[in-house]
């Protein structure tokens, strides 16, 4: 926009401390820009390293090896690699953040200018000198800097032509052929065609069902059903509240984000953790081989973590007018809460309750096998105990469940779109 | 309630609603009524076989009940709708009104009670003449959209009748929840100190064996170290993923209504193709993965591959033929009128429009993958599953910690590098 | 203190400058104006020439980076915040986008101007008093939406939208109103009668009206006084007859044509 420099204030940048700041942080951008590059590229090629060696260990070694060198010597390796290539072609990290090493005014660098700048690199931007200074020593020095990537008009070279199309593609087949050799256990592929036709009785047993125990069964459905209801209930109890303070837009300030980081990940890392075992986690808790409390718990817990997330994402996509406008009345910020925030989010609310009591449904049914009782429980006992026929039924019994709640829940969530 | 009910009431302004709206509302309230009757029936078994154990045994009802709970629920459910807005009139978006629009009095209402029990089982045939049954013509009243009112304000929702029964099998449900789950809050706070324990030693997690093999947990006769397993783990769901997108890939075009729906053929193997995805998805990984442990082995991660495997292809499957049955028409007739064949309309029309969704599901799936192949060693699936179940029956809760530790880990680092990519798509 | 005019003005605001984004964008440079009880005061300028800025750094929707505002002799600028939605509830405002909330009824936007009257307790609970229900049913039928008091808001058309903004300031009983851009989300029609009753609040119930406008023709036919804004500087401050060609394109930029609004 043109404005006078020093606009603000008459005295020089460098002695305020918004000019200080945005000095530093010119530096701090410039470094991080480089870093990221170079840990990207690093980070490529010592994966690529481990899973090579962890291949060729399985296949020739018939060991488990992650590193064939010593570390140092692999550390060394990956280093040289990274500089290497961010030197002399377009490395995976430029690639990925869309830039490329060039002199400011567009030609391309020749070879002399790149073996100049690799040898920069290791003195200024290895360790990091280079940065005290804007803009950065080595690109003063070689002329070379990680700008934007420019691309011409020219049609862009096949991937088997371009470094990192050939990286991608090496770890691709090389992860492949690691995770066959791995996991794919020989024996196991040949009794799964050898005993294919003796698995026959069993699949007749699946399809036959077992009416008998169709009283039992649906008394147990009825427990997974008040399990997946009781554990909802009580986690939007808790998530609602939890998610005001998990909404980024609303907890400002130097009490407000702090709040919000810790909560979110905390939630995060609950979520990452499956049902599956925090059931266990209560089971040992409430000291029981079964228990359908213990299983309402482990996902009271999770639906916690996961409704939090999803309000809490909903809440920061709410419009601000209605907040702006109710606050030039006069109002609180309880009152700003009450009238232009929770109407807002009502609807968006109880669509996704009903969406997480659908999966909670699904969930019950599993956390039953660990002995979160309920429908699950039943089933793994009769396939643990060979009961095919009544295993059966109940597998048909849990499909029309899952898929009636899957309508319920579909055509309720619309009612609340 | 918007939109459903603004297209009714736009379709037959003034006009009664549907037979089959008018016989869902029935059923909803009839339910409501059936789900009160055995909540009841619930809680009186449960209070007097435990309370009363010396005096009355358990209650059960003896034969001729079944049939007065099901007319009692019904004459409950007629009753409630002929008063005010019943839960399913409410869930359909219509009321009772007069049909010159004036007040319906209480007296007109009981009639219309009396009559509906000569109607509905004498002239049922009524339903199908004119707009409404036979006892509301008689009545003079209709079932028609609420059309609220913009002059005067609507009641509270807690004040009407549906409000207050909602609220009432909410309270319900929490009660008879309650009792069937057997909350036990003293449990868990006698435990406390136990679990606290436990807890203290997960926080304080156990990495010796993170790199070096542990020589006490072993796999046929093979130890592992937690990097391992966690290894084999990520391999897994890889595995599961590449295979099951590769299979759900062809099979959703065959699932697909607008590529398949042109023959009599076409539209049966559409309909056993989408069928094969809804049965095979709704039945969870981890019962595939004991039914697999069975057939391949216990223990085997090739188990827990095919039962990852099995539910992305349905899982992806329906996913994948939903958007191939959501592309824009526009190309496809492009392509039919230039005379291509059906599988180069697929190839040149459908593909290049489905390809960036195809891969979002694909990635979204293999993060469900991740975190699926973490528990299916339960089942006898393999992967770091098994070293979290043994050191837990072991009860040796720090290598738990380390072994969750490096689950949260796995799957943290996973979710975020789908995450990164599929906004890269997108 | 910098020496005030002899009228005693009813909003003075003094180099008023507010800075965003750690020093990049200047929206408002070293303002200073007065403006008189009674006043319908219009601010022009093209988007991005700090209109809206200005106008809310005059309730404290946006801090000011520097620079002082007197409303009716007292400085709002130094307020505390709960002191601030005292003054605030005076202040009437309206907007652009109007601001209401969709899934509510008319009547419960309309109240909502109440709030700052309220005790938190009944806000939180929703128990307006009677006598608010009945004022807001009367703000209703001045704008003429009594008929729409208990329709949903996302029913309503946009300028029937605006009415509902413009009764919810009511209830405030203003002594000043803040119009953002009222009309430039509505066609030529609805603009006049919006503006309409923008000012018969000026003439009849004496409310001091700032209200920023895009359309020069609208200002003309509605402001008592025009200051314009560019580049959030103060170009031109005087009476609507005041601004001619030369002005115009001074305000504007050389491309620009002058728009009749009918």
């Given amino acids: 926009m043109g404005y006078p420099e020093g606009y603000l204030s008459e005295r020089p940048p460098w002695t305020t401390l918004a000019g200080i700041r945005n000095a530093l942080g010119r530096r701090a951008h410039a470094a991080g820009r480089y870093f990221a590059v170079f840990l990207l590229d690093a980070g490529g090629l010592g994966i690529l390293w481990i899973l090579v060696s962890y291949a060729y260990a399985w296949y020739v070694l018939h060991a488990t090896a992650y590193m064939l060198v010593p570390w140092w010597l692999f550390a060394v390796g990956v280093v040289e690699g990274a500089a290497l290539w961010g030197s002399f072609g377009l490395s995976l990290g430029q690639r990925l953040l869309g830039r490329e090493l060039g002199p400011a005014e567009g030609r391309e660098a020749s070879a002399r200018v790149r073996v100049r700048y690799f040898l920069l690199w290791h003195a200024f931007v290895l360790p990091g000198i280079g940065f005290l200074f804007d803009p950065p020593l080595h690109e003063r020095l070689s002329g070379l800097r990680l700008r934007p990537r420019r691309i011409e008009g020219t049609a862009p070279a096949p991937w088997y032509r371009t470094s990192s199309g050939l990286f991608v593609a090496a770890l691709l087949v090389v992860t492949c052929a690691a995770a066959v050799g791995v996991t794919i256990s020989w024996p196991a592929l040949a009794r799964l065609f050898r005993q294919a036709g003796e698995t026959a009785d069993f699949w007749r047993a699946l399809v036959s069902p077992d009416t008998s125990i169709l009283l039992d069964a649906g008394r147990d459905m009825i427990v997974t059903i008040f399990m997946a209801v009781l554990a909802t209930l009580f986690a939007v109890v808790v998530a609602v509240p939890l998610s005001f303070l998990a909404a980024r837009n609303l907890m400002t300030g130097p009490v407000g984000r702090p709040v919000y980081t810790i909560l979110r990940g905390a939630m995060s890392i609950i979520r990452s953790i499956e049902p599956i075992i925090w059931a266990i986690i209560f089971l040992v808790w409430v000291t029981a081989l079964r228990s359908a409390f213990a299983g309402v718990l482990a996902l009271w817990v999770h639906s916690i973590a996961d409704l939090v997330k999803l309000y809490a994402e909903r809440l920061e996509a709410i419009d601000q007018g209605p907040i702006e406008a109710i606050t030039a009345t006069g109002a609180g910020r309880l009152s700003v809460l009450r009238y232009a925030i929770i109407p807002q989010i009502v609807n968006p609310y109880i669509s996704f309750t009903l969406y997480r009591w659908d999966i909670n449904i699904r969930m019950a049914t599993v956390v039953g096998l660990v002995g979160g009782g309920g429908i699950g429980q039943r089933l793994i006992n009769y396939i643990w105990g060979v009961q095919y026929r009544q295993a059966g039924t109940v597998m048909i019994l849990i499909v029309i469940l899952v898929w009636a709640i899957d309508y319920l829940s579909a055509r309720l969530r619309e009612k609340f779109a | ?426 | 203190m910098v020496c005030l005019p002899m009228a005693n003005p009813y909003l003075v605001v003094e180099h008023l400058t507010k800075v965003y984004e750690r020093g990049q964008v200047l929206a408002l440079r070293d303002l200073s104006f007065t403006v008189d009880k009674g006043e319908f005061l219009v601010v022009i300028g093209l988007s991005g020439s700090g209109k809206s800025t200005l106008l809310r750094c005059i309730n404290r929707l946006i801090e000011p980076t520097k620079g002082k505002i007197w409303l009716d002799g007292g400085e709002v600028t130094r307020l505390s915040q709960a002191r601030m939605r005292r003054v605030r509830r005076k202040i009437g405002m309206i907007f652009q986008q109007f601001n209401l909330v969709d899934r509510s009824t008319a009547i419960a936007n309309v109240l909502t101007g109440r709030l700052g009257y309220l005790p938190g307790w009944r806000a939180l609970l929703g128990w307006f008093p009677e006598e608010d229900r009945e004022k807001a049913l009367a703000s209703l039928e001045r704008v003429g939406l009594r008929d729409k008091a208990y329709v949903r808001v996302d029913q309503l058309s946009g300028g029937q939208r605006q009415r509902v903004g413009i009764a919810r300031a009511l209830m405030q009983e203003p002594e000043l109103l803040l119009a953002d851009e009222p009309v430039s989300a509505l066609d030529p029609a609805t603009s006049h009668s919006i503006m309409q009753y923008l000012e018969q609040m000026n003439k009849e119930d004496g409310v001091t009206v700032i209200a920023s406008l895009h359309f020069l023709s609208l200002a003309r036919r509605y402001g008592t006084r025009i200051i314009a804004l560019k580049d959030g500087q103060l170009v031109f401050d005087g009476s609507p007859q005041a601004i001619d060609n030369v002005k115009f394109k001074e305000i504007y930029g050389e491309d620009a044509e002058e728009v009749e609004v009918r």
Wanted: overall charge positive; some cysteine; hydrophobic content about 50%.
């Fill in chain 2, 1 to 426: 309630m918007n939109g459903g009910s603004a297209a009714v009431g736009s379709a037959s302004a003034g006009r009664g609603v549907a037979l089959s709206r008018r016989a869902l509302s029935f059923a909803l309230d009839w339910m409501t009524w059936g789900y009160v009757a055995y909540c009841v029936m619930y809680l009186l078994n449960y209070y007097w076989y435990t309370v009363h154990v010396d005096w009355w045994g358990t209650l059960t009802l003896p034969t001729w009940g079944w049939p007065v709970v099901i007319l009692a629920t019904l004459e409950l459910a007629v009753g409630c709708r002929s008063f005010g807005r019943s839960l399913g009139q409410r869930a359909i978006g219509a009321e009772f009104q007069d049909r010159e629009g004036g007040r319906i009095t209480i007296g007109r209402r009981l009639t219309r009670i009396l009559l509906w029990h000569i109607s509905v089982p004498l002239f049922a045939i009524g339903f199908w003449r004119g707009e409404d049954p036979w006892h509301d013509r008689v009545v003079g009243v209709s079932l028609r959209p609420i059309s609220p009112d913009p002059e005067r304000p609507g009641r509270r929702a807690l004040a009407t009748q549906w409000g207050i029964l909602a609220l009432f099998l909410g309270a319900l449900t929490l009660w008879v929840g309650w009792l069937i789950i057997g909350i036990n809050f003293q449990v868990l706070i006698r435990r406390a100190p136990q679990a606290g324990r436990i807890w203290g030693e997960m926080l304080r997690p156990d990495f010796r064996y993170f790199t070096t093999p542990d020589p006490v947990f072993s796999l046929r006769s093979q130890s592992y170290s937690i990097l391992d397993l966690a290894v084999v783990t990520v391999f897994m769901a890889l595995m599961a993923t590449i295979l099951g997108a590769a299979i759900a890939f062809p099979l959703s075009f065959f699932g697909a209504r607008n590529v398949m729906g042109f023959s009599p053929v076409g539209w049966a193997v559409y309909g056993i193709v989408r069928g094969f995805f809804n049965v095979f998805r709704s039945i969870e990984t981890i019962i595939w993965g004991s039914i697999f442990a069975v057939w391949v082995g216990y223990g085997t991660t090739l188990a827990g591959i095919l039962a990852l495997t099995v539910h992305t292809i349905a899982a992806l499957g329906k996913l994948y033929s939903e958007q191939v049955e959501g592309v824009s028409p526009g190309p496809l007739e492009a392509v039919w009128a230039v005379g291509g064949s059906r599988v180069q309309v697929v190839r040149h029309a459908v593909i290049p429009q489905v390809l960036p969704s195809f891969w979002a599901f694909t990635l979204y799936r293999w993060d469900i993958n991740v975190r699926m192949s973490t528990v299916i060693a339960l089942v006898g699936g393999g992967g770091i599953g098994d070293m979290l179940f043994y050191y837990k029956n072991q009860g040796d809760w720090p290598k738990v910690g380390a072994v969750v530790i490096v689950i949260v880990a796995i799957v943290w680092a996973m979710d975020y590098i789908s995450g990164w990519l599929r906004e890269r798509i997108a």
